[in-house]
């Protein structure tokens, strides 16, 4: 087939889940097409139907509770909403495979990787089990698996997150697929590794000649990857053009908000713009929405980068020491440093977390991870620390380790003079009031069976906050409303609330006892980049109100370079560079700092241009 022939045709597209309560229109008259050799972006905030778009193409959707309401999927010409199940399970995973999200889920865990992946080609192809094993180790070796012989034979959870996610691609193109769909597969991701997974598609597609359907809700990937743009909103396409029309020149609202809101290295911005400052949608009774368009004025582009407070760093002194005088540092106006007699809140020396080895009949121990080996920093009040680096460098166990979730092997951890380490029972608990952690995942973190009420409510009374349950009740509810929900929600469960809702659940309680050093671990890495924004702007919001202290971990260095004052890069449990945020984003010392950010998507229009001219080059050479 010649690149540029439809080979997957979506039209008028409906699908419908019903509830006791109501219809929910999930897609709705949705018409895209997906030409060979070629990369179709699917950009949307969570909710907006993409990732159901992509269940319906594999009718992988449960028909108890979901419904094609209307419109075809053609394939080669043929309709996979009419075909029978045993005739769509010969084309899933042969002709039309899909990478999943989250690898870790998408993995039996009781079985080995390798047979899993045979388990597809025998399936499909037949042949021996030898066969299949030498496929299998083939791909491995294809989509860059380290010692693939030897990682045949691994479980899900002996492989990190990257290589799960290859073994998730290996699978997929097993039985040589004409069509790949991947939903969202770098959320969460390393910066670097997300790099290493779209490399690695691009290759795939230019060298097989596949079609690829990328679902995401970040545009900077999209602009790494995409050949061609479609955003949907609320189940709806509301925009389609090619990635450098898109980009250049976007032309619904929400497409401006998307691109906007996502936080770049070079930006001066102290607040994000959000979706909500280019549009307002409002529910129409058959389910629509109705879209006004609202022009931000060159005022308020210029509050983003003026309000709020300048940054805070270290005294003086301590920033000639470590190679970066005020002097040399290109600031605004209102940056200030601590009083060199100041004491930091929270002091680090010579942290160790060191994890044994055991092997051998008697579990002897032979080694040890060092998860942290050897980390010194300083805090200080109302100041905001960067955390960054790869999964595994041992920034999260650092955090773990400052609240006394981590057993500490060496090293002593200072908060405000006392030494954490020695803290038991009452003085503990005590310290646990003053010092919270907000974890990645946020319904993991919160009790399902718990309402919000009574999350908020039980914190302030294990901490001995307010006296009488009304009162507590009075407390949950405005903390609701600082942090941007209603009292209404007081009485509602975890999972009927959003990502970006319970991440700010998670907020509430941890101001609910009165804490004054929030530590927030990888806080807002899986969500949505307009819900991003709105987070990153609230704790910025609350740190001045409340004059809060953060550890703000991160992989991704432009989150952490907008929300930090100084920041510590991580690697094998080392700090390598530490600074202020903005002196190594400008000039960054060390080869692991300068790898990190050059693996930050990239959606400058002259990339984007360059990456389009060069895709057309190959293509025509290919021809």
């Known amino acids: 087939m010649d690149a540029g022939n439809a080979l997957l045709e979506i039209e008028g597209l409906k699908t419908y889940f019903e509830t006791k309560s109501e219809t929910v229109r999930a897609v709705e008259d949705l018409t895209l097409t997906l030409k060979t050799g070629e990369t179709l972006g699917l950009v949307g905030e969570s909710g907006s139907g993409k990732s159901v778009t992509s269940l319906t193409i594999m009718r992988l959707l449960p028909d108890r509770v979901a419904r094609i309401a209307g419109g075809r999927i053609s394939y080669l010409g043929k309709d996979l909403v009419k075909l029978t199940d045993s005739a769509m399970q010969e084309i899933r995973g042969s002709e039309i495979s899909m990478i999943f999200q989250e690898p870790g889920t998408s993995l039996n865990p009781v079985f080995r990787v390798g047979r899993q992946v045979t388990e597809g080609i025998l399936r499909h192809q037949g042949g021996s089990y030898q066969e299949a094993r030498k496929r299998t180790i083939e791909l491995f070796d294809e989509v860059g698996i380290p010692d693939p012989e030897r990682r045949f034979s691994s479980f899900p959870h002996e492989m990190s997150g990257g290589q799960k996610q290859r073994v998730m691609i ?18 969460a991701l390393d910066v670097t590794i997300q790099k ?71 930006s001066t911005f102290r607040r994000l713009p959000t979706v909500s400052d280019f549009m307002l949608a409002n529910k129409q009774p058959d389910g629509s929405y109705e879209i006004t368009e609202k022009e931000m004025s060159e005022k308020e582009i210029e509050q983003l980068s003026m309000t709020g407070r300048g940054r805070l760093l270290h005294p003086e002194s301590e920033l000639a020491a470590m190679g970066h005088p005020l002097e040399s540092l290109h600031r605004s106006s209102d940056t200030t440093t601590v009083a060199e007699d100041q004491d930091p809140l929270l002091k680090i020396e010579n942290l160790k977390v060191y994890y044994p080895i055991r092997s051998g009949v008697f579990q002897r121990v032979t080694d040890h991870v060092k998860a942290v080996d050897g980390v010194s920093l300083k805090v200080f009040p109302g100041q905001t620390l960067g955390l960054v680096g790869e999964s595994g460098c041992g920034k999260t166990t650092t955090g773990r380790a400052i609240v006394k979730l981590a057993n500490i092997t060496d090293g002593k951890i200072f908060f405000d003079g006392t030494d954490v380490t020695t803290l038991r029972g009452r003085e503990l608990r005590k310290f646990r009031s003053r010092v919270q952690i907000i974890f990645q995942d946020p319904y993991s973190s919160l009790n399902p069976r718990m309402t919000v009420e009574a999350m908020l409510t039980e914190a302030m009374m294990l901490h001995g ?33 959003s990502g970006g809702q319970r991440q700010r659940i998670s907020i509430a309680r941890a101001l609910a006892v009165r804490a004054e050093f929030i530590i927030c671990d990888e806080s807002v890495s899986a969500l949505d980049v307009s819900v991003q924004a709105q987070v990153l702007n609230l704790l ?84």
């Open 170 to 187: 290996a699978m997929a193109l097993a039985c040589n697929p004409e069509v790949l769909i991947a939903d969202e597969p770098t959320t």
């Open 196 to 266: 290493q997974i779209l490399d690695l598609l691009r290759k795939l597609r230019d060298e097989r000649g596949m079609s690829i359907l990328f679902i995401t809700h970040d545009l900077g990937v999209i602009a790494e990857i995409a050949d061609e743009v479609a955003v949907m909103f609320r189940g709806r396409l509301v925009e389609q053009g090619t990635v450098e029309q898109i980009f250049s020149d976007p032309k619904h609202p929400y497409t401006k908000g998307l691109l906007a809101c996502r936080p770049r290295l070079e």
């Open 465 to 497: 906050i307010l006296d009488t349950k009304l009162e507590r009740r009075r407390r949950a509810a405005e903390l609701l409303e600082e942090v941007g929900l209603e009292m209404a929600h007081l009485r509602r469960y975890p999972h009927e609330f």
């Open 540 to 623: 910025k919001d609350l740190q001045e109100q409340h004059n809060l202290t953060y550890v703000f971990i991160s992989h991704d260095l432009s989150v952490v370079k907008f929300m930090a004052d100084m920041m510590a890069v991580m690697n094998e449990g080392k700090i390598v560079e530490f600074g202020p945020s903005e002196a190594i984003y400008e000039d960054p010392q060390q080869d692991y700092t300068k790898r990190l950010i050059s693996s930050i998507p990239s959606d400058s229009l002259d990339l984007i241009r360059e990456r389009v001219r060069g895709r057309k080059k190959r293509r025509s050479e290919n021809s």
